[in-house]
């Protein structure tokens, strides 16, 4: 397509802000972005329409926590950064047929590979970049084995930099912002994956936490956090992290106190189900498959917390080595607590908060980017028209321009 403008109509258009499906308005596209919502019969007679025939229009998707440049359990240690660079490349394509139209990396895409979608280089969703996560020694992005004690090197897989103390940690944070990163990813408590850790065992001294938080915000960017124990979760929100990622032990207390900070929750609970399955075929050791069941067990909990006190709830998957595919799946995770509706919020309106896109995406309405999704059947009713196996996806656009059309009708514009 074109930047001329033109309308789509006879759609059934996806309102995420009321829950509603709209009939009869035309969405008109001008520049990338929703013009206008009109009366059909009120436009241009000379303007270029496009007729949906009934389909649902649908604001494209967000995640906000996805791996781009991780693929594989043993990437850290034995594939080069230009093969992941590569990989990266198909992923990245991969989430945007998906419905995917914005995407925050968290952890391991940098400037490069945000550039190389926005130049082109790359058929890609926009990317948010977090660059290199931070960790501390034996934290979660310390993937060393125990018998390593190699001490030549802080960078740990090409995703993960190692830094203790408030100097250390302060220098990691203007590195990464030097190059160009949109938010700085810190580990504040222990993982499924990594070997020298408990789940339950938070991370980073405050003093740490306080320091990072501060470089942070002083150089225009936040702090998402992966963190799993309670105790974590309000270690790190005192400290000022903005965004909470996964969060699976999350008490009501603690959710409070993200509500009266304005602090968010990223749930990633597709990827537990995905790597229970998955991830003793991919190198797991029998500890990392308790660790997984651990949170799994506790991850509808957390939601369900969160939503009683009102915490905004964004939507992630953290698929870094089951399948990607997986992606759309997660949505009928949040379904089963909120219904569809309310987690359509989640990946759509609730997640543009999370990256401080609000109004812009996320929504069908004037002045927001044009990143559009065609589907067959009514997302209001069950967001499986989004995951892997009753998929009703059928079109995709990205500011306006067709990306992939399975009907033909988009070509008309």
């Not at 596209?29 to 241009?44: F, K, T, Y």
């Not at 996805?66 to 594939?79: K, M, Y």
């Not at 991370?203 to 150089?219: K, P, W």
């Not at 002045?367 to 009703?392: I, M, T, Y």
């Amino acid at each position: 397509m074109t930047h001329a403008d033109y309308a789509l109509t006879q759609a059934h258009i996806v309102d995420t802000l009321a829950g509603e499906i709209v009939t009869g308005q035309a969405v008109v596209i001008r520049d990338g972005r929703v013009a206008a919502l009109m009366p059909e019969a009120d436009l241009p007679a000379e303007m270029t329409q496009v007729s949906l025939e009934g389909r649902y229009l649908s604001p494209g998707l967000i995640d906000c926590h996805a791996h781009c440049f991780i693929g594989g359990f043993d990437d850290g240690t034995s594939v080069l950064p230009s093969e992941l660079t590569a990989r990266a490349g198909m992923h990245l394509k991969g989430m945007l047929m998906r419905g995917f139209t914005t995407v925050r990396d968290a952890g391991g895409a940098d400037q490069g590979h945000r550039a190389a979608v926005e130049k082109g280089v790359f058929t890609g969703p926009r990317l948010f970049v977090s660059g290199r996560i931070l960790s501390q020694t034996g934290g979660h992005g310390d993937h060393r084995g125990r018998a390593d004690t190699c001490h030549c090197s802080a960078e740990i897989g090409g995703t993960s930099v190692i830094a203790d103390g408030v100097d250390a940690v302060r220098k990691a944070v203007r590195e990464n912002a030097r190059q160009g990163v949109d938010q700085i990813k810190i580990m504040a408590g222990g993982g499924v994956s990594s070997p020298g850790d408990k789940l339950i065992h938070p991370q980073y001294s405050m003093e740490e936490l306080y320091a990072i938080v501060d470089e942070t915000e002083r150089c225009g960017r936040y702090v998402l956090s992966h963190v799993y124990s309670d105790l974590g979760i309000q270690r790190a929100v005192t400290a000022g992290v903005r965004t909470i990622e996964h969060g699976n032990f999350l008490t009501a207390e603690t959710a409070a106190l993200m509500a009266e900070k304005g602090a968010h929750l990223v749930p990633t609970l597709i990827t537990y189900e995905a790597d229970g399955k998955y991830g003793m075929d991919f190198g797991w050791s029998p500890e990392n498959a308790e660790k997984n069941a651990e949170v799994l067990a506790s991850g509808l909990d957390s939601l369900r917390v969160a939503q009683a006190a009102g915490v905004n709830i964004g939507y992630g998957t953290d698929l870094c080595w089951s399948p990607k595919r997986y992606q759309g799946d997660g949505l009928m995770i949040h379904q089963e607590v909120c219904g569809p509706a309310e987690a359509l919020r989640h990946v759509t309106i609730n997640n543009a908060k999370v990256v401080r896109m609000e109004g812009q995406i996320g929504q069908i309405t004037a002045g927001a980017h044009a990143d559009l999704l065609v589907v067959e059947a009514n997302p209001f009713d069950d967001l499986a028209c989004f995951g892997q196996h009753d998929n009703k996806l059928v079109s995709v656009l990205q500011a306006g321009r067709t990306v992939r059309d399975d009907t033909g009708l988009l070509a008309q514009a």
